[in-house]
């Protein structure tokens, strides 16, 4: 029998003062917010933010750094807050983590979530998806609210002004999104939603292959650019609407893959602690590459993380030694993402095919300026 579903995507405003929509999306929900984020982002975005909000009507029963890392106690510090569990609507700002921990408690909380990134590193601020870690930094589970963000602002005045290694990691880990959900779908029959979900996964690597360099230069002169937007909005909505057309909490998932996989296999590793998510990522995605035979995508690959210094080695992740890789390996196989691929998975198919990346990789830069 057939069965009814939901189907969520994200409504966004884009630009360098796009807080100003803010009363203009918000007038349907309700007067007060509670506004969460990251201790930094919060100052950063504060001023407009807060603006914007008063300009609007609304009244901010509360406004706090929601923690430092999206874990369960982080969650549940505002589910538990009166001001959280009284507001109209509750507000992330942030980068992923922060977003990620805003968006899990409104959910619990029932409440209309919306978004504000402060860093262009991933999709978290409009997927259906949050990723919640141990307190040792270890992944904990995914959490999967009913629906994605009511809204996302993403100010790209904000985001300028964030870390340029966020926005560059975020271009390693958007990056991965056409792979993985080409390689996670391959052979299964999909129903409209997911089929509409991989087909727009096919254009989220061109754009960033296309502007990612330029954005990254534009990025340095702090100018707002097409090639910057661009850039952005692949990185946050395109991959998001991805995430949130590819997966459910039961019945299918084709968001991630190897590279993922490889990704949360190495937080086994002390060393890797030190390095950002995308950029960890962007290493995976040549590993998924490698595994799948692609030869032609996999030096593609290579040749644009090297020309944005992405990693191409072992090396340039601080893993040096056999023993680090076999502990990767070994831990890959209890992965979620370990499965999602077509074919049998196995450790010795992994582990060669990191290997081939790092000789890969190893012989570009040792040719280089021959």
Known sequence: ?????????????????????VGK???????????????????????ALKAAMKAAGLEILEWK??????????????TTSAAAQNADMIFGVGGGRAVDTVKTASDILDKPFFSCPTVASNC????????????DGALDHYHFPKRCVEHCFINTSVILDSPEDLFWAGIGDALSKQPESQLASRGKE??????????VGLVCEEPLLTYGREALSNFREKRVTRAFTESVLDIIISTGIVSNLTTTKDSYYYN?????????????????HKHLHGEVVSFGTLVLHAVDGNDEALERMLEFNRSVKLPITLGELDITTPEQVDALVH????????????????????????????????????????
């Open 190 to 199: 999909l129903t409209h939603t997911p089929l509409l979900g991989v087909q």
């Open 1 to 21: 029998m057939a069965e009814n579903y939901t189907v969520t995507l994200p409504h966004y405003s884009v630009g360098p003062n796009c807080y100003e929509e």
């Open 65 to 78: 750094v929601y923690g430092k890392d999206a874990t369960n106690a982080a969650v549940e510090r505002i």
């Open 256 to 272: 991630s893959s190897l590279a993922h996989c490889f990704y949360n296999a190495s937080m086994v590793l002390p060393a890797i």
């Open 331 to 370: 831990r890959a196989t209890s992965i979620k993402e370990w499965t999602c691929v077509p074919y049998a998975m196995t450790e010795e198919k992994f582990r060669d095919a990191i290997y081939k990346v790092d000789r890969l990789g190893r012989e570009m830069i040792a040719n280089e300026g021959k």
């Open 124 to 135: 978290a601020p409009v997927t259906a998806i949050a990723v919640i870690y141990k307190e």
């Open 25 to 47: 999306v918000t007038r349907f929900y309700g007067k007060t917010v509670a506004v969460y984020g990251g201790e930094t982002a919060l100052a950063k975005a504060g001023p």
